[in-house]
C-alpha cells in the first residue's frame, strides 16, 4: 500500500511527545509522498505542522481503528508499534482498571497499588481447565497454562517473573504459587502445599525491605521449584536464592528500612519470651534507624511477625531453633550499637569493657567477650615465616564490624533457605516440576555498583533466552501452517554477554585484580579501558576515569568503579569466625563450619554469596586465591545453572510493570512506562512479531468479517479459501503482504487496519445511501401529515358553527317549555292546598264524635265491675265466720278424747307382755315404716302433679271469665256513645284552633330551625372537610401498615433465608461428614494395601456397620436387651470374643439394674399391703381369721421374693465377676471352654429363676386382687339386707359397713352369752340387735358427715378458684375495655393462643402417661406372646437338635400362605448378604426398568416390617446397617454414573418415606388407607435410622449434582456463549497470539464445540432418567434448579472474564439462549421450581449488554434493571463490552462513574466479581406417601428372591 492512500485525511496518527512521550494527531490533508511537511490537529483542536525528513523525522506512526483499543493482547493490534503499545496499555489500565495484558507469549502485569479482588478462590476456579487465549488475561491464565502443558507435554515448566522494585513480582509470585496450591494439592494429608505457601512470610520477613520505590522489595532473586507427582499432585518444593542484598544489613538510605525481621522483633521485644534478647524500640539501634522513618503505613510489624512464627512452626522449625535466629538477629543489632572508641594516636581504637551491647552481642552467641573485643580492634597478619597481630583505627574496626554483621546475617540467610527446602523436600520420586523464577528486572540509577551490574547482567541472559524462545516459537507457527518464512532480524545480545562473561571479560579481569595483593578499583578500570575500548557494547565516560558504561539490550549504564573489588571479595576476618565456631550454641557454630553444603538431593547451594573461612589447623594453609571463590565468579555460576534449568523447561513470562514512582492508585506515567517496556524486552517481542506476519485470520472468521466487500457472484463460492483467495488479490495487489496456510491467512503490519478503512468505507457509503432514502421518505411523510391536519381543522371548524346555530334553537325551544310547565304547577298547588284543609276539618269533627260515645259507654261499664265485687264480698266474709265456729267446736272435743287415750297408752306400756311384743316385732316395724314413708313420699309426688293439673285448669277458667267481662262492659258503653260524640265535637273544635295558633308558632319555629339548619350544614361541610383530611390520613396510614406488612413479608422471608441457610449448613456439614468418610475409606484401602500379604481372608458378611470397621460386631446402646439376647450373643460370638467384648457387659450390667428396680418395686407394693393390714389390725374387731392369714401369707411371700431376689444379684455379680476374670486370663481352650459353659449355665439359671419369680409375683397380685373384690361382693350383698332409717340413697363407706357386718355376726356367734338376761333370751338378743342397728346407723351417719364434709371443703375449694378466676377475668374484662378495638382483637387472640397451648400441654402430657402405659402393655404383650410361642414350639416340634431349618416352620408357612397377604417377606439369617447383594449390589436400573418404580426400597421395607413384626430387634439393626453400607459401597463405585446415582437416590428416598409412612406416627398417617394404618411398624421406633437414611439421601443428591455439573461443564460455555443460535448475527474481531496458538490447538483442530440444542436435550435427558427411577419431582425440581443455577454461574463467569463475548450480538445471543430454556421449562412444568430465578443475573446481563449506555437515563434505566448483578459485575461488563464495528461506541469512563456514583448501597458486603459456582441450595426431601398398598406389591421371577416368603 503506498504513502498516498494510507496518510489521506482525517487518518489518526502518533507523534512524539517530550511529556507524554506520544501525543495523538489528525491528519487536515491528503499527504503526497516526498512532502516536507504534514499538516495535523491535535486533540485539542490545534493546527500542527509537522516536519518529514528522511533520517530523522520520519512519517509518523498510525494509529489503530477504535475497534482494536483496548485488546486484551498486543499482537491483535494491526498496527504494531511502542505508541500502540503504550496507549493499549494506558487504556486498559485507567479506563477498565485491568492490570494485566497479553504481549504474545508475555504477560505484563501492571502494579495497581491497591487491593483488587480477582484472587479469589472462584476466580481459581473459572481459570482452571480453560484455554489461555479464552479468558481475560490474568496470572492465573498463564499458571493455569504451565499446569496444563506439563500434565500434556509431561515437560517441566517455568515461570519467569521480571520487572523493577515495586513492580509486584513478590505478589504475582506468590498468587502463581497459590494457584498451584490450590489446583494440585497434595493427595495425601501432608499438606505441602501449605508449607509451600507458608514460605513467603519467611522469606518476605528476612530477604524484603522496604525502599523508595516499594514498601515490600524483594532484595534477592529466588527460583522455587515445585515438584508434583505422576497424578499432577505437589508433594515437594525447593528454592534457591540469588545475590542477597547484603550491605543493606549495615546501611539504608532515607527513607528506607532494613530487613523486615528486625522491626518485627523490635514491635515485639515486649513480649515475655523476648526479655532474654534485650531489645527495645527500632529508634535505638544504629541499623535499623538510619532511614529514618522506621514504620510502613499500614504494616503491623508484630502482626506479620506472629505470622511469621506461625510460618516457621508450620515448616517444621522446632522451638530451640527459632529462638536461635531470634537471638541471633538480636545479636546483629546490638553489634551495629558496640561504641568503638578512637585511641589518641589514630592508628588504634579500644572498646569499652562495660559497652552494654557487646555484652549482648556475646551474650546472645554464646562467644567469649574478651576474645570478640580484643579482636574487634585487631587483625592478623600472616606471612610465610612469622604472624603479627596489627591494630585498626576506628575506621578499619567500624568497617569490620559492619562486615562481620553482614557475614553473619548472610550465613543465617543461608541456613534458613537450606532448612525450608528440608521441610519441603519429599522422598517420593517427582515426575515433573513448575518453576517460578522471581528475579530482579533491569536496573539503571544515578549511581550503579557492583549490585546494579551483577542484576543487568542476569537480565541480559534472560533476555537472551527470551529472544531466541520467541523467535522459536514464531517459526514453529510458520512451519505449521506450511508457509514460505525467512529468518527475521532480532538483535542478538550475545556480544554483550561476551564482553561481561567472556575470557578476560569484565568479570574475568575483575577477578584477577582481586588476586593481586594491592589491587584497587582504578587500576582494574584502567585495565578495562585498555582491553574492551574497541568492543561496540563498551565506552568510557568523557570526565570520568573511575567509572565505565555496558551498552545493554535496553539502555546504556554507567557505572562507577569504587567498591567493586570489596564487594567481590567479601573479605571477612578469619579471627572474628573463629570464635563464632567456638560458640556454646551449636547452632552458631554450625553456620561457620567450612564445607558445609545443604543436604537437599538434586538441588545445589542456595546462594551464591556464601564464603568459606577455614579454623585454625595444624596443616599448613594454601593461600586464599585456592580456597576462596569470589562473589562474581559465583554468581555466574549459579547463573549458569539457572540457565540450564530454564533452557530444559518451557518459560512462561510475566513481565511486571511499575506504573508511577507515586505508589498512587491507578496513575499512569508513560514516561517510566515506556522505559520498562524496553527494557523488559515487551517491545522486542512485538518487533519481532512485526518483523514477520502479526497478523492473523481463520478462513471462517475472515470470510464472516469481511464478506461485505465480496461481490455477489464472489459468495456463490462453495469454498471459503477461494472466496477469501480471490478477494484478497483483488484487494491489495502486493502478494508480499499477506499468505496463506492451512487454517490462517497471515498479514503484514497495516494491512488489517487497511482492510478495516475499506470495510468502514463500505458500511459508510451504504450508511449516505440509506440516510438519503430515509429522509426523503421522513419529508413525504410530513407533507402529507401537514395536509391531512388542514382538512381536518377545516372540517371541524363547520361543524362547530353548524352546532353552535342548533344549540340556540333548542334553547329558545326550552325556555317555552319551562314557562307553560311552571304556571300548571303553580295552579296545581294551590288546588290542592284548598282540598287538604277541608279533608282535615272534617276528619276532626268525626273523630270528636266518636270519642265522646266511647267516654259514655267506659262510665257504665265501670260501675256494673263496682257493684258485683261488693256483693261478692259480702256472701265470703259470711261463710268463713260460719266455718271457724265450728272449727273451734271440733278441736275442744277431739282434745278431751286424745286426753283420755294418753292415759289408757300409759297404763298398758307399764306391763312386761307389751314390751316384749314391742320388741320382737320392732324390726317389722321399721320395715313397714320405711315403707310407709315411701309409700307417703310416693302419695305425696302424686299429690303434687295433681295440684298442678287442677291449677293450670282454674287458671283457663280464671282468662276465659276475664274475657266474658270485657265483652259485658263493652256492651254498657253503647248507650252513652251519643253524648260522648257532643263532647268530642267541641274539643275537637277547640283544638282546632290550638292547632291554628300552634301552626303560625310552627311556622316560626321553622324559620329559625332552617337559619338553624343553614348553619348546621355550613358546620357539617366543615367537618366533612376535616374528614377528608382524616380519611387521607387513614389512606395514608394504611399505606404505611402495607409498607409494615411488607416489612413483616421481608422479615419472613429473612427467617425463610435463615432456615435455608441452617439447612444449607447442616447439609455442608453433611457433605464434609461424606468427604472425610470417603477419606477414610481411601486410607483404609491404602493401610490393606500396604500390609497385603498372600493369602485369601474374608470378613463376616455380619460385620458391617455404619461407624466402625472392627473384626467384632460393634452394639449401640439401644442393642442392650435382655439376658437372653445376651446368652444368644455369647452363642454367637465365642466365649473368646464375648470376653473382648464390652457390650456384653453393658447387658449384663442393664439386668442387674433392671432386676434391682423390680426388687423395689415389689417391696414398696408389699410395704403398702403391709400398712393395709396393719391398719385393719388396729382397728377394733376389724379383722377375721381369714384376712390374717391371708396377710401372713402375703409377708412370707414378700420375704421369699426378697431372699431370692438377693440371691439373683449375688448370682448376677459373680457372673460379671467371672468373665471379667476371664476377659483378664489368656489359658487354653478347655479352659476356656469350660469357663462358657460355667457362664452359660449360670445365666439360664438365673433367667429361669427370674422368669419362675416373675409368674409367682403375678399369681399373688391376681388373688390378692381377686380377694379384695370379693369381699367387696360380700359385704355389699349383707349390707343390702339391713333396713335404711334414712332416705339419704348415697352409697355407704365399705370399711364401715365391713365392721358393722362383722359385729352383727359376733353377736350371732355370741348370743349363747345373751341367754343369761332372762330365761328364753329373748331380751338380750333384742339388745343386742338394737345395738347393732344403733351401730350400723352411726356408721352411716359418720360416712354421711364425712361425705358432707369433703363436699363441703370440695365446694368451697371450687368456690376460691371460681372467686379467684371471676377476679382475673374481671381484670382482664377491665383491661380489654380500656383497650381500642385492635387492641381488643389482638388480645383475644394472644388470650385464645395461650388457652390452647395450655390445653396443648395437658394433651401432650395425657398423651406421653397414655405412650408409657402403652409401651408396658406392650411389653408385657409382647412376654406373654414369646411364652404362647415358646409353649407351642415346645409342644409341637419338641427339641430340635440340628441347626437346620424346622420342618415344622416350613409347615406353619405354608399354612400362612392360605391366608392373606399382609405385606411382609420373611427371610433367614443367613439370606441377608444375598439379599443384599441382589437387591443392591449387583442392581442395575435397567433390571426393574418394566417393574414398580422403587422396587428395591419396598421389598427392604416389607423385609423390615417382617423382623418388626417377630420383634427382631437384631435383625433389623443388621438389615438397616448393612443397607446403608451397601449403598455406599455402589455409589463409591459409581461415582461418576448419573443413572445409578439417580436410581439409588430414588430408592433410598422411598425407603426413607416408607419408614414415616408406617412408622404409626399420626403425622405422617393422615393420607394413609386403613390398610396402610393396619401395616405399621409394630415394636420398634427406627427413627434414628430414619435421620441416618436423610443424612445418606443427602449425600446422594450432592454425588448427583456433582456428577450432573461434571458432564454439563465442557458443554455450557460453548452452548451459551459461543454457539450461534441466530445466524449471522455475531461479529469477528481479530485475534491476538493468545487466541491463535492455544495450549489445547492439535493440528486436526479441536472438538466441535456444543450447541444449546445438545445442553438441552442434556437436561432432558437428566429429567428424564430422574423421572423413570421413580424419583419425586419435588427433588427434580431442586436439582434442575441446582443445574440452572450453575449454568448461570459458568456462564456469567466467563463473561466477566472474556472481552471478546462482551458485545451487543452476544447479549442478543444469550437472551435468545435464555429463552429456549424457559421454554424447556414450561414443556417439562417446571416453572415452578425455581429455576428461572437462578438464571436472572444472566438475563440482566444480557439487557445490559443490549441498552443503551450514554446518558444519566440510560444510567438509571441500568442501576433500576441490574438489581441482581453487583456493583463490581455491572462496572466490569461495562469495561469489558466491546463494539464489533466501528459504528458501535465504546462505554465512556464518565459512564461507569456515574454508574458507580448511583449504586453506593450496593457496595457493602459485594467484594466478589464472579460468583461461586461451588455454592448448593439446600435441598429439602418433602414427604410424599406412596398410594401403593404393600399387599399389592409385586416381586418379578426375574429378581432370583425364591428365598422370601410372603406373609
Not at 568510557?540 to 535496553?554: D, L
Not at 267481662?965 to 260522648?980: I, V, Y
Not at 333370751?1321 to 346407723?1337: D, F, I, N, P, S
Not at 392360605?1458 to 441382589?1478: S, V
Request: aromatic residues 8%; charged residues 30%.
Amino acid at each position: 500500500m503506498s504513502v498516498n492512500e494510507l496518510y489521506t485525511k482525517y487518518t489518526r496518527v502518533w507523534i512524539p511527545d517530550p511529556e507524554e512521550v506520544w501525543k495523538a494527531a489528525e491528519i487536515v490533508r491528503d499527504y503526497k509522498e516526498f512532502e516536507p511537511i504534514l499538516h495535523l490537529k491535535l486533540e485539542d483542536e490545534s493546527p500542527l505542522e509537522y516536519a518529514i525528513g528522511p533520517k530523522h523525522n520520519q512519517l509518523p506512526f498510525l494509529r489503530n481503528p477504535d475497534i482494536l483499543v483496548g485488546e486484551n493482547d498486543l499482537t491483535a493490534l494491526s498496527y504494531l508499534h511502542e505508541p500502540a503499545v503504550l496507549h493499549n496499555l494506558k487504556v486498559r489500565f485507567l479506563e477498565s482498571n485491568h492490570i494485566y495484558t497479553y504481549c504474545g507469549i508475555v504477560l505484563v502485569a501492571i502494579n495497581p497499588y491497591e487491593q483488587l479482588h480477582i484472587y479469589g478462590e472462584e476466580v481459581i476456579n473459572a481459570y482452571s481447565g480453560q484455554n489461555m487465549g479464552d479468558m481475560d488475561p490474568h496470572i492465573f491464565a498463564v499458571s493455569e497454562e504451565a499446569y496444563k502443558q506439563m500434565a500434556r507435554d509431561e515437560k517441566n515448566q517455568s515461570i519467569i517473573v521480571s520487572g523493577e522494585s515495586g513492580a509486584g513480582k513478590t505478589v504475582s509470585a506468590k498468587y502463581a504459587m497459590r494457584y498451584f496450591a490450590t489446583v494440585g494439592g497434595s493427595y495425601n494429608d501432608t499438606n505441602v502445599e501449605e508449607k509451600v505457601l507458608a514460605s513467603s512470610p519467611i522469606m518476605e520477613a528476612i530477604g524484603n525491605a522496604k525502599t523508595t520505590r516499594n514498601d515490600n522489595s524483594s532484595r534477592f532473586g529466588k527460583y522455587i521449584q515445585i515438584g508434583f507427582d505422576k497424578r499432577f499432585h505437589i508433594i515437594g518444593a525447593n528454592m534457591r536464592t540469588y545475590l542477597l542484598e547484603k550491605s543493606r544489613v549495615v546501611f539504608q538510605a532515607e527513607e528506607e528500612r532494613n530487613y523486615h525481621i528486625f522491626y518485627q522483633l523490635c514491635a515485639s521485644a515486649s513480649r515475655p519470651e523476648f526479655k532474654d534478647l534485650a531489645l527495645g524500640s527500632a529508634e535505638e539501634f544504629l541499623y535499623t534507624s538510619m532511614g529514618e522513618n522506621i514504620f510502613i503505613e499500614g504494616v503491623n510489624d508484630a502482626h506479620d511477625f506472629d505470622k511469621t512464627k506461625e510460618a516457621f512452626s508450620l515448616l517444621g522449625f522446632k522451638d530451640s531453633y527459632q529462638t536461635g535466629i531470634y537471638k541471633i538477629m538480636a545479636s546483629i543489632l546490638h553489634l551495629g550499637n558496640v561504641e568503638i572508641k578512637a585511641e589518641r594516636d589514630g592508628e588504634s581504637c579500644h572498646i569499652s569493657s562495660d559497652d552494654p551491647h557487646l555484652h549482648h552481642f556475646c551474650r546472645l552467641l554464646g562467644v567469649e567477650r574478651e576474645q570478640m573485643e580484643h579482636w574487634l580492634c585487631r587483625r592478623k597478619l600472616v606471612t610465610t615465616s612469622e604472624t603479627y597481630v596489627k591494630t585498626m583505627s576506628k575506621a578499619q574496626a567500624s568497617n569490620a564490624c559492619h562486615a562481620l554483621a553482614k557475614h553473619i546475617y548472610a550465613h543465617l540467610f543461608d541456613w534458613i533457605v537450606e532448612n525450608i527446602n528440608r521441610a519441603l523436600h519429599t522422598t517420593e520420586k517427582q515426575h515433573s516440576f513448575i518453576g517460578v523464577l522471581d528475579i530482579y528486572g533491569f536496573e539503571t540509577f544515578e549511581i550503579n555498583s557492583f549490585e546494579q551490574f551483577c542484576i543487568n547482567y542476569a537480565n541480559e541472559k534472560l533476555q537472551q533466552q527470551f529472544n531466541s524462545h520467541v523467535f522459536k516459537l514464531e517459526q514453529d507457527e510458520y512451519m505449521k501452517e506450511q508457509i514460505p518464512w525467512t529468518l527475521i532480524d532480532f538483535s542478538d545480545n550475545q556480544p554483550c554477554i561476551d564482553l561481561i562473561e567472556a575470557k578476560l571479560g569484565i568479570l574475568d579481569l575483575l577477578d584477577e585484580e582481586c588476586k593481586v595483593p594491592k589491587g584497587t578499583d582504578q587500576n582494574w578500570a584502567q585495565k578495562l579501558y585498555g582491553r574492551h575500548s574497541v568492543s561496540e557494547h563498551f565506552q568510557k565516560p568523557r570526565m570520568s576515569n573511575r567509572s565505565f558504561i555496558v551498552i545493554h539490550f535496553a539502555d546504556k549504564v554507567e557505572y562507577q568503579c569504587d567498591g567493586f573489588l570489596e564487594k567481590n571479595r567479601d573479605t571477612v576476618y578469619e579471627e572474628q569466625i573463629n570464635i563464632l565456631k567456638a560458640s556454646k550454641f551449636q547452632l552458631v557454630a554450625d553456620l561457620f563450619q567450612e564445607g558445609k553444603e545443604p543436604t537437599v538431593p538434586s538441588f545445589s547451594s542456595s546462594k551464591g554469596s556464601r564464603i568459606n573461612v577455614r579454623a585454625a589447623k595444624t596443616l599448613p594453609k594454601l593461600p586464599n586465591k585456592e580456597h576462596r571463590k569470589t562473589v562474581g565468579h559465583q554468581f555466574r555460576s549459579s547463573l549458569h545453572l539457572l540457565m540450564d534449568t530454564l533452557n530444559a523447561t518451557t518459560p512462561h513470562y510475566v513481565r511486571c510493570i511499575k506504573p508511577n514512582d507515586f505508589k498512587e492508585a491507578f496513575s499512569f506515567d508513560s514516561r517510566r512506562a515506556v522505559q520498562q517496556l524496553r527494557a523488559c524486552g515487551v517491545l522486542e517481542t512485538i518487533r519481532i512479531s512485526a518483523a514477520g506476519y502479526p497478523s492473523r485470520w481463520t478462513y471462517p472468521d475472515f470470510f464472516s468479517r469481511y464478506r461485505v466487500l465480496m461481490k455477489k457472484s464472489d459468495m456463490a463460492i462453495g469454498d471459503k479459501k477461494q472466496v477469501c483467495r480471490k478477494l484478497l488479490e483483488t484487494l491489495i495487489k502486493d502478494p508480499d503482504k499477506f499468505q496463506f496456510g492451512k487454517t490462517k491467512i497471515f498479514f503484514r503490519a497495516g494491512q488489517v487496519a487497511y482492510l478495516e478503512k475499506l470495510r468502514a468505507d463500505k458500511f459508510r457509503n451504504a450508511c449516505i445511501k440509506i440516510q438519503k432514502t430515509v429522509r426523503g421518505w421522513l419529508q413525504r411523510t410530513r407533507y402529507r401529515k401537514i395536509r391531512k391536519s388542514a382538512i381536518t381543522l377545516q372540517r371541524y371548524g363547520r361543524g362547530y358553527l353548524a352546532r353552535r346555530h342548533a344549540e340556540q334553537l333548542r334553547l329558545s325551544k326550552a325556555a317555552l317549555v319551562c314557562q307553560k310547565q311552571y304556571r300548571m304547577v303553580r295552579v296545581r298547588r294551590e288546588y290542592l292546598r284548598t282540598r287538604q284543609a277541608v279533608i282535615t276539618i272534617q276528619a276532626f269533627t268525626k273523630g270528636m264524635y266518636i270519642r265522646r260515645l266511647y267516654q259514655e259507654f267506659l262510665m257504665h261499664h265501670k260501675a256494673t265491675v263496682i257493684q258485683k265485687h261488693v256483693r261478692g264480698w259480702m256472701v265470703r266474709r259470711r261463710f268463713q265466720q260460719h266455718r271457724n265456729a265450728a272449727i273451734i267446736i271440733q278441736c275442744a272435743y277431739r282434745r278431751v278424747l286424745a286426753k283420755r287415750r294418753f292415759k289408757q297408752l300409759k297404763i298398758e306400756a307399764r306391763s312386761a307382755d307389751h314390751f316384749k311384743k314391742l320388741n320382737m316385732g320392732m324390726e317389722n316395724k321399721i320395715v313397714q315404716l320405711q315403707r310407709k314413708v315411701d309409700d307417703q313420699g310416693k302419695e305425696y309426688k302424686t299429690q303434687n302433679e295433681q295440684l298442678i293439673v287442677s291449677k293450670n285448669a282454674l287458671n283457663t277458667e280464671v282468662t276465659k271469665l276475664t274475657k266474658e267481662l270485657e265483652t259485658l262492659r263493652s256492651r254498657q258503653d253503647d248507650g252513652t256513645q251519643l253524648n260522648s260524640l257532643q263532647e268530642e265535637l267541641e274539643r275537637l273544635r277547640a283544638e282546632l284552633k290550638e292547632a291554628h295558633a300552634h301552626r303560625k308558632s310552627l311556622e316560626e319555629e321553622h324559620s329559625s330551625e332552617k337559619l338553624g339548619l343553614e348553619q348546621r350544614v355550613e358546620e357539617l361541610e366543615k367537618e366533612n372537610l376535616l374528614l377528608k383530611g382524616e380519611k387521607e390520613e387513614m389512606n395514608e396510614k394504611i399505606l404505611s401498615d402495607s409498607k409494615s406488612t411488607g416489612h413483616v413479608s421481608q422479615r419472613e422471608s429473612r427467617l425463610q433465608a435463615d432456615l435455608d441457610e441452617e439447612r444449607q449448613r447442616y447439609q455442608n456439614l453433611v457433605k464434609e461428614f461424606s468427604r472425610l468418610e470417603l477419606r477414610y475409606d481411601n486410607l483404609q484401602e491404602e493401610v490393606s494395601l500396604a500390609k497385603f500379604h498372600p493369602g485369601h481372608r474374608r470378613n463376616l458378611s455380619n460385620q458391617s456397620s455404619l461407624g466402625s470397621e472392627s473384626p467384632y460386631p460393634s452394639f449401640t446402646p439401644s442393642d442392650v436387651g435382655d439376658t437372653d439376647d445376651a446368652l444368644q450373643m455369647v452363642d454367637d460370638m465365642g466365649v473368646e470374643k464375648a470376653a473382648m467384648d464390652i457390650s456384653l457387659f453393658m447387658k449384663l450390667q442393664k439386668r442387674v439394674r433392671e432386676l434391682e428396680q423390680e426388687r423395689k418395686r415389689l417391696h414398696s407394693s408389699l410395704e403398702r399391703m403391709e400398712e393395709v393390714a396393719n391398719r385393719k389390725g388396729t382397728e377394733p374387731k376389724g379383722s377375721s381369721p381369714e384376712d390374717d392369714s391371708i396377710a401372713d401369707y402375703n409377708i412370707l411371700k414378700r420375704q421369699e421374693l426378697e431372699s431370692e431376689n438377693k440371691k439373683l444379684k449375688n448370682d448376677l455379680n459373680e457372673l460379671r465377676k467371672a468373665v471379667a476374670d476371664r476377659a483378664t486370663k489368656s489359658n487354653g481352650s478347655n479352659e476356656l471352654q469350660e469357663g462358657y459353659n460355667l457362664l452359660l449355665n449360670q445365666l439360664k439359671a438365673a433367667n429361669e429363676e427370674l422368669e419362675v419369680r416373675k409368674e409367682e409375683v403375678l399369681i399373688l397380685r391376681t388373688q390378692i386382687v381377686s380377694n379384695s373384690k370379693k369381699a367387696d361382693t360380700d359385704n355389699h350383698i349383707k349390707t343390702n339386707n339391713v333396713p335404711e332409717w334414712s332416705n339419704n340413697k348415697k352409697p355407704v363407706d365399705k370399711e364401715e359397713a365391713l365392721q358393722a357386718y362383722q359385729g352383727l355376726c359376733e353377736a350371732k356367734s355370741k348370743g349363747d352369752d345373751w341367754g343369761y338376761l332372762n330365761e328364753d333370751g329373748e331380751l338380750g338378743l333384742a339388745y343386742q340387735g338394737l345395738k347393732q342397728v344403733a351401730r350400723l346407723l352411726e356408721a352411716q351417719l359418720q360416712t354421711q358427715s364425712r361425705q358432707h364434709k369433703d363436699e363441703l371443703v370440695a365446694l368451697h375449694t371450687q368456690i376460691e378458684v371460681l372467686r379467684e378466676d371471676l377476679e382475673k377475668k374481671q381484670e382482664v374484662l377491665g383491661q380489654i375495655m380500656a383497650l381500642s378495638p385492635e387492641d381488643k382483637v389482638e388480645f383475644s387472640v394472644q388470650q385464645e393462643i395461650t388457652r390452647l397451648t395450655n390445653d396443648n400441654l395437658d394433651l401432650k402430657e395425657l398423651m406421653e402417661k397414655l405412650e408409657k402405659n402403652e409401651r408396658k402393655l406392650k411389653k408385657q404383650l409382647r412376654i406373654y406372646m414369646k411364652k404362647v410361642q415358646e409353649l407351642e414350639v415346645s409342644q409341637t416340634a419338641g427339641v430340635q437338635t440340628s441347626k437346620g431349618r424346622p420342618e415344622l416352620t416350613r409347615q406353619v408357612t405354608v399354612q400362612r400362605k392360605e391366608k392373606d397377604f399382609e405385606g411382609m417377606l420373611e427371610y433367614y439369617k443367613e439370606d441377608e448378604a444375598m439379599l443384599i447383594r441382589t437387591l443392591i449390589t449387583d442392581m442395575t436400573p435397567n433390571t426393574v426398568s418394566a417393574t414398580v418404580p422403587c422396587l428395591p426400597a419396598y421389598i427392604l421395607f416389607m423385609c423390615i416390617r417382617h423382623a418388626d413384626y417377630i420383634n427382631d430387634d437384631v435383625k433389623v439393626h443388621s438389615l438397616l446397617t448393612t443397607t446403608i453400607n451397601a449403598i455406599k459401597k455402589v455409589l463409591k463405585r459409581n461415582n461418576d454414573d448419573f443413572e445409578m446415582t439417580s436410581f439409588w437416590l430414588a430408592n433410598t428416598s422411598r425407603l426413607l418415606h416408607c419408614l414415616k409412612q408406617y412408622s404409626g406416627d399420626e403425622a405422617f398417617m393422615t393420607q394413609n388407607s386403613a390398610k396402610q394404618n393396619e401395616h405399621c411398624l409394630k415394636n420398634f421406633d427406627l427413627a434414628e435410622y430414619r435421620q441416618v437414611l436423610s443424612d445418606l439421601s443427602i449425600q446422594i443428591y450432592q454425588q448427583l449434582i456433582k456428577v450432573a455439573e461434571g458432564i454439563m461443564q465442557p458443554m455450557i460455555v460453548s452452548a451459551m456463549l459461543e454457539s450461534e443460535s441466530i445466524p449471522s448475527l455475531s461479529g469477528v474481531k481479530p485475534m491476538g497470539y493468545r487466541n491463535r496458538s492455544s495450549s489445547m490447538d492439535t493440528e486436526g483442530g479441536g472438538a466441535g464445540g456444543y450447541t444449546l440444542e445438545a445442553l438441552i436435550r442434556q437436561l432432558g435427558q437428566f429429567h428424564g432418567t430422574m423421572g423413570e427411577h421413580g424419583l419425586d419431582p419435588e427433588i427434580g425440581q431442586q436439582v434442575v434448579r441446582q443445574l440452572f443455577y450453575s449454568i448461570n454461574a459458568v456462564t456469567l463467569n466467563n463473561l466477566l472474564l472474556r472481552k471478546d463475548v462482551c458485545s451487543w450480538s452476544t447479549g442478543m445471543q444469550l437472551r435468545y439462549n435464555i429463552s429456549q430454556m424457559e421454554e424447556w421449562l414450561r414443556g417439562r412444568n417446571l416453572q415452578q421450581s425455581g429455576a428461572v430465578a437462578t438464571l436472572e443475573p444472566l438475563i440482566q446481563a444480557a439487557q445490559l449488554l443490549q441498552v443503551k449506555k450514554k446518558t444519566s437515563q440510560d444510567a438509571e434505566a441500568i442501576c433500576s434493571l441490574c438489581i441482581a448483578l453487583s456493583v463490581q459485575q455491572i462496572v466490569k461488563i461495562l469495561n469489558l463490552y466491546t463494539p464489533l464495528n466501528e459504528f458501535e461506541e465504546r462505554v465512556t469512563v464518565s459512564f461507569i462513574r456515574d454508574i458507580q456514583n448511583r449504586l453506593p448501597e450496593r457496595v457493602e458486603g459485594q467484594h466478589h466479581l464472579l460468583v461461586d459456582t461451588k455454592h448448593t441450595f439446600p435441598v429439602l426431601f418433602p414427604y410424599t406417601p406412596s398410594a401403593l398398598g404393600l399387599e399389592n406389591m409385586h416381586i418379578p421371577a426375574s429378581l432370583s428372591l425364591d428365598f422370601l416368603v410372603r406373609v
